[in-house]
């Protein structure tokens, strides 16, 4: 199997952007110790606030993994800023761009054959992040009106408790174990992946994936 890394188009710039806005914080914060009176001037005070998010903006860039996603000889395993979560390669189905009505989202939907590969190791910081970016996602695909007797509220409603065929969860793993089945439903599939590729293009990344998981599938089943 072919070791590659996929690096974040997010985390790019972070160094550039924050010492750009601190230059220009302290170009600012000179220019008030020569002309105090433009302190009380309203354009002063805007820039001063969109440096300081920028500043911000760089920081997060410079905190986020460089690295988004990576392929080893045992599968798939993808970076976030709260941990990472890995699916073998015995475990993993299709990965492809995740479509609404026929438009591309920013988002490549992961297939997963056993859920208690997931569930036993992902970090619960991590599981918990994830169910708040997703809810976008989620929303969106479930519509807003009720045409099946289930409203969008529904399926954001937390679980106490979800069985696989092996193991029953609670707390914060039933809820992401809901989630993924809620995805599954509406966009076909049960983890979810930024399409933030740096290196190569989203149809590339789903190709590489699905090549290397057939050839797992071909090498221990031929």
């Not at 750009?20 to 606030?49: E, I, N």
């Not at 903006?57 to 976030?80: C, Q, S």
């Not at 591309?104 to 569930?119: H, T």
Request: proline fraction near 3%; charged fraction near 15%.
């Amino acid at each position: 199997m072919t070791h590659r890394q996929f690096y974040a188009a997010s985390a790019k710039g972070g160094a550039t952007l924050f010492l750009t806005a601190a230059a220009m914080l302290l170009a600012g914060m000179l220019l008030l110790a020569v002309r105090a009176d433009l302190m009380a001037a309203q354009g002063w005070v805007l820039w001063f606030l969109l440096t300081l998010v920028a500043a911000y903006v760089g920081i997060m860039k410079l905190r986020a993994p460089v690295l988004l996603a990576e392929t080893t000889a045992d599968g798939l395993r993808y970076f976030h800023p709260r941990g990472s979560w890995f699916i073998p390669w015995s475990c993993l189905g299709q990965v492809q761009q995740v479509t609404l009505q026929g438009r591309e989202m920013a988002w490549i939907g992961v297939r997963v054959l056993d859920y208690d590969q997931i569930l036993t190791a992902i970090p619960l910081r991590l599981a918990v992040r994830l169910l708040i970016e997703q809810r976008g996602l989620l929303i969106a695909a479930a519509g807003g009106g009720c045409p099946d007797g289930r409203c969008v509220s529904d399926y954001l409603t937390d679980v106490s408790a979800y069985r696989s065929k092996t193991r029953l969860y609670k707390g914060v793993q039933a809820m992401f174990a809901q989630r993924m089945v809620h995805l599954r439903q509406f966009v076909q599939a049960d983890l979810l992946i930024p399409a933030d590729l740096a290196n190569c293009s989203v149809s590339e990344f789903c190709l590489f994936i699905n090549r290397q998981r057939l050839n797992f599938t071909q090498e221990n089943n031929g």
